[in-house]
């Protein structure tokens, strides 16, 4: 096969997998209309058409889905033969990409991170921040963070964070005007920031357990957010109670920003773990990054005995 035709069939298979030329145009590090080209020219060699266009998507046709189907798994063997090589090298090297939520993307990674890389210039990491459950795999990952009881049953799991706990919290503003919580099922008749987050699919409830007892409350209010930075800001700002991380709020109860309640009804659960497919050679810069993240829930659970 010639070099020619090699990277038009890469080209195919990053347009195909994506679903976008603009996308897989940016990974590729071309114009989306060179890419285009490239497309067009590998269809009129083949004699078949690939891909159907529309104005807001692209999809693979019948012939497509077929020739991906042979081609992805292929692609991917070679990349991670490429990427095992730098293990002959003195020093680990590449790029390392890794989907997270915002919470541990900036409580877990950025500290791990900050450690490793400056003694590791030729470790590359790219953190996503993505509130769903992303296929790791489809969208060429080579590891996501998410909730112990979120990660699939097919992939290797790895603890890098201590238990959790949420806090229930409003200012002292809110509550100059109305009564304190002392149930969870007192909060529906407050004023509560909800969070949409595509992994429910919805509202996000609020969870509460106590003595074995567990409860799901539907919390109504003024706001609807997508972020945890703009949930913190608005509780701050007294527009309502909010269901938050314990460490996000710690010091704002402690300098009095903030007033927790129904500390009771929050239990701790299992936090954070980094997921990757059981089938994939670990690179050895996803290695040292691993380690990190492996010796930063160690050095927590040290701390806290």
Same mark, same amino acid.
């Given at each position: 096969?010639?070099?020619?035709?090699?990277?038009?069939?890469?080209?195919?298979?990053?347009?195909?997998?994506?679903?976008?030329?603009?996308?897989?145009?940016?990974?590729?590090?071309?114009?989306?209309?060179?890419?285009?080209?490239?497309?067009?020219?590998?269809?009129?060699?083949?004699?078949? %058409? $690939?891909? +159907?266009?529309?104005?807001?998507?692209?999809?693979?046709? !019948?012939?497509?889905? *077929?020739? /991906? &189907?042979?081609?992805?798994?292929?692609?991917?063997?070679?990349?991670?033969?490429?990427?095992?090589?730098?293990?002959?090298?003195?020093?680990?090297?590449?790029?390392?990409?890794?989907?997270?939520?915002?919470?541990?993307?900036?409580?877990?990674?950025?500290?791990?991170?900050?450690?490793?890389?400056?003694?590791?210039?030729?470790?590359?990491?790219?953190?996503?921040?993505?509130?769903?459950?992303?296929?790791?795999?489809?969208?060429?990952?080579?590891?996501?963070?998410?909730?112990?009881?979120?990660?699939?049953?097919?992939?290797?799991?790895?603890?890098?964070?201590?238990?959790?706990?949420?806090?229930?919290?409003?200012?002292?503003?809110?509550?100059?005007?109305?009564?304190?919580?002392?149930?969870?099922?007192?909060?529906?008749?407050?004023?509560?920031?909800?969070? %949409? $987050?595509? +992994?429910?699919?919805?509202?996000?409830?609020?969870?509460? !357990?106590?003595?074995? *007892?567990? /409860? &799901?409350?539907?919390?109504?209010?003024?706001?609807?957010?997508?972020?945890?930075?703009?949930?913190?800001?608005?509780?701050?700002?007294?527009?309502?109670?909010?269901?938050?991380?314990?460490?996000?709020?710690?010091?704002?109860?402690?300098?009095?920003?903030?007033?927790?309640?129904?500390?009771?009804?929050?239990?701790?659960?299992?936090?954070?773990?980094?997921?990757?497919?059981?089938?994939?050679?670990?690179?050895?810069?996803?290695?040292?990054?691993?380690?990190?993240?492996?010796?930063?829930?160690?050095?927590?659970?040290?701390?806290?005995?």
């Amino acid at each position: 096969m010639s070099a020619e035709n090699f990277n038009d069939l890469a080209a195919f298979v990053a347009v195909a997998k994506e679903r976008s030329f603009t996308r897989a145009a940016a990974k590729q590090g071309v114009s989306q209309s060179a890419l285009s080209q490239t497309i067009k020219a590998l269809e009129a060699r083949l004699g078949v %058409r $690939l891909l +159907t266009r529309s104005t807001r998507s692209v999809s693979a046709t !019948e012939a497509g889905e *077929r020739l /991906l &189907r042979t081609l992805a798994p292929r692609f991917e063997e070679i990349e991670q033969e490429l990427g095992a090589l730098s293990a002959l090298r003195d020093k680990p090297a590449g790029t390392v990409r890794i989907t997270a939520g915002e919470h541990p993307a900036v409580s877990i990674l950025q500290p791990a991170l900050q450690r490793i890389l400056p003694d590791h210039p030729d470790i590359h990491v790219e953190i996503v921040v993505d509130y769903g459950l992303t296929d790791i795999v489809a969208q060429g990952f080579d590891a996501g963070v998410r909730l112990g009881e979120q990660v699939a049953k097919d992939m290797i799991a790895v603890r890098i964070g201590p238990e959790m706990r949420m806090a229930v919290v409003g200012s002292p503003a809110y509550f100059a005007t109305r009564p304190r919580p002392e149930t969870p099922q007192d909060l529906t008749t407050h004023n509560c920031i909800n969070i %949409r $987050l595509p +992994t429910y699919g919805g509202l996000f409830a609020w969870e509460f !357990e106590r003595d074995g *007892r567990e /409860l &799901r409350v539907r919390v109504e209010g003024q706001v609807v957010v997508n972020h945890g930075a703009v949930r913190l800001a608005s509780v701050l700002d007294g527009l309502g109670m909010a269901y938050v991380p314990e460490d996000q709020i710690v010091d704002h109860v402690a300098s009095g920003r903030l007033i927790r309640v129904l500390e009771d009804w929050c239990a701790p659960f299992p936090g954070y773990h980094l997921y990757y497919p059981s089938r994939r050679h670990a690179s050895p810069a996803f290695a040292v990054v691993l380690d990190a993240l492996r010796t930063s829930d160690a050095r927590k659970a040290s701390a806290r005995s």
